[in-house]
């Protein structure tokens, strides 16, 4: 394969911006008007995924290990999204849909690159199509003796905490494993969108999941308005690797810094230290006032009956909260009073500003950028923006599970 070619032609490509992604997904509509019905009717949230992932892909072309696992794990991702044949009935994907995508690709950089299109750069791609096609597919016919497709989960219980803000608890129809600080793909049906939600839990024996939300767009604000008791959601495979390392040095101090509902996969992560050893930890949780502070007294119920050898110190901090007597400030600024941190591993999650703020005044601190794991709520991004600071620091854009 000619890596090189490969990335300087999608270097070019690139430059197109977000023109590509719209001929992209017109050619294919054409191509294959069945694929339509797979796509919400708004693409703006969609648009460039597909296309960022290929990115991912090339710049990874030359490293085996990476790709392999990066395009198994996309291919086991998408048992989740259903194809429909020519009479409309529901079917997973198969190998006709990569034809339908390979050849809109194919199409859209011809497009794009002009003249530089040759018919030995047009090899290349489909050479290399074809071989994430083949890791994508392999990768879904894996996952497929492991686990389903998705999970249907019911409703067990909603919580209106604030206006905007609301706590609800599902319960998978099989159990759904995954790691405090990851995420879960969820969709609700009636809206057909599929968001990321991370859950604000430990793993149960019972299986149930708690889930966070902020209104911010329409799938938000769907949840928390019109959630009810006995509702249907769907769960996709968990995903994100970032917070769920936090037990990588388990004998260490640990410093955790949430913004709004980012507190959810921090919290899922208390719980299961509580499980643990002991350790020593501290929370700090950052709100405009003290209203937004919506998990308070769950929080401190955790924070009694630390097991021996460790505690957990948690500190609300309010940006400005009338008759309030605990921290004032932001979230970050009160965690480095309580500093310094240059030994600890600090896990941030909060919105994309949050993050991006955190991690910056904490590496102007001086606590190394490789002890500092991060992940935005803006989980609009594949893979969700997660991972050592190098990729916390990237310019976080969009705003929440929209
Ligand atoms: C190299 C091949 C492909 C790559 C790199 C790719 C990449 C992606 C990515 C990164 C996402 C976003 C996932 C998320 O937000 O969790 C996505 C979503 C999706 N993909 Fe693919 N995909 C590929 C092939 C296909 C094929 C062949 C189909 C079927 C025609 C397909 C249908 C979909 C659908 C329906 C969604 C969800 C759209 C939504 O609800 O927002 N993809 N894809």
């Given amino acids: 394969m000619d890596v090189a070619a490969l990335r300087q032609s999608w270097a070019q490509f690139s430059a197109a911006g977000p023109e590509a992604a719209k001929y992209f997904y017109a050619t294919l509509f054409v191509l294959a008007p069945e694929a339509r019905s797979m796509f919400p009717t708004n693409m703006s949230y969609q648009e460039d995924k597909l296309l960022a992932a290929l990115g991912h892909i090339v710049s990874h072309v030359d490293d085996e290990r990476e790709l392999t696992a ?9 048992r989740r999204f259903r194809g429909t044949d020519r009479q409309g009935r529901e079917v997973p994907l198969g190998e006709w849909h990569y034809v339908w995508v390979g050849q809109a690709l194919l199409a859209t950089l011809e497009r794009f690159l002009g003249p530089r299109w040759t018919p030995q750069l047009r090899a290349q791609w489909a050479a290399a199509y074809e071989a994430v096609t083949r890791l994508m597919l392999t990768g879904a016919a894996q996952a497929e003796r492991t686990s389903p497709p998705y999970w249907e989960a019911e409703v067990l219980a909603v919580q209106r905490r604030r206006a905007d803000v609301c706590v609800f608890t599902v319960r998978p129809n099989y159990l759904c494993e995954f790691l405090p600080g990851q995420s879960l793909p969820v969709q609700v049906p009636q809206l057909r969108l599929w968001r990321y939600l991370s859950p604000a839990n430990a793993p149960r024996p019972d299986g149930t999941i708690e889930f966070h939300v902020r209104a911010a767009g329409r799938f938000s604000t769907h949840l928390v308005r019109r959630l009810r008791v006995g509702d249907r959601v769907l769960l996709g495979s968990p995903l994100g690797a970032a917070l769920s390392s936090y037990d990588r040095a388990p004998e260490s101090p640990l410093l955790l810094v949430a913004g709004g509902t980012g507190l959810a996969p921090l919290r899922a992560v208390v719980e299961a230290l ?21 998990d308070d007294r769950a929080i401190r119920e955790l924070a009694s009956g630390w097991p021996a050898g460790g505690w957990l110190r948690y500190v609300p901090t309010v940006e400005s909260g009338w008759q309030w007597s605990g921290a004032v400030g932001r979230a970050v600024d009160t965690a480095l009073r309580l500093g310094p941190w240059r030994d600890t591993d600090v896990l941030v999650c909060g919105n994309p500003r949050m993050t991006r703020d955190t991690v910056g005044a904490l590496l102007a601190s001086g606590v190394p950028a490789e002890r500092i794991l991060a992940e935005s709520y803006d989980h609009s991004l594949y893979p969700p923006l997660a991972g050592g600071v190098a990729d916390a620091a990237r310019d976080f854009t969009g705003s929440g599970a929209r």
């Fill in 70 to 78: 990066f395009a198994q794990r996309l291919g086991a991702d998408h």
């Fill in 274 to 294: 509580r499980q643990g050893q002991g350790r020593m930890v501290t929370l700090v949780v950052g709100a405009k006032t003290p209203d937004d502070l919506y």
